[in-house]
């Protein structure tokens, strides 16, 4: 974590935007690397940091095997490459983070 998003943290509990730290999305990316899913697994999460970097507490990413390219949020599976037959959308997983995000924080909001 970047020392102004440190600072702005602690902006975030002085006006009261953000009481809880565990209001974050904790998110895991589980990727093939027998299939080499790493380009993908790099692009959607080079995306998603950086569109939402403030909204996540945590981002695990996770090899695996046997075609797996899985996507989940605070544990709940959004994604799965297994059941679909293919790759998501970055829009697609950005919805989802952008639906799962605290209303009472302004979505994008990075104090400076």
């Not at 102004?4 to 690397?33: H, N, P």
């Not at 695996?64 to 959004?78: M, P, Q, T, W, Y």
């Not at 059941?83 to 950005?94: M, W, Y």
Request: hydrophobic letters at 35%; glycine letters at 8%; a negative charge.
């Amino acid at each position: 974590m970047g020392t102004a998003q440190f600072l702005g943290q602690s902006a975030y509990l002085k006006k009261g935007l953000r009481s809880e730290m565990s209001k974050k999305l904790d998110i895991e990316l589980e990727y093939c690397t027998m299939w080499n899913y790493l380009p993908e697994a790099v692009s959607l999460t080079e995306e998603v940091m950086r569109e939402y970097d403030y909204d996540i507490g945590s981002y695990k990413i996770v090899t695996a095997r046997d075609g797996k390219f899985e996507f989940s949020i605070n544990g709940e599976l959004i994604f799965s490459k297994l059941e679909t037959g293919r790759f998501p959308s970055n829009e697609e997983i950005k919805e989802a983070i952008k639906a799962r995000i605290p209303q009472e924080v302004p979505m994008g909001f990075k104090p400076s």
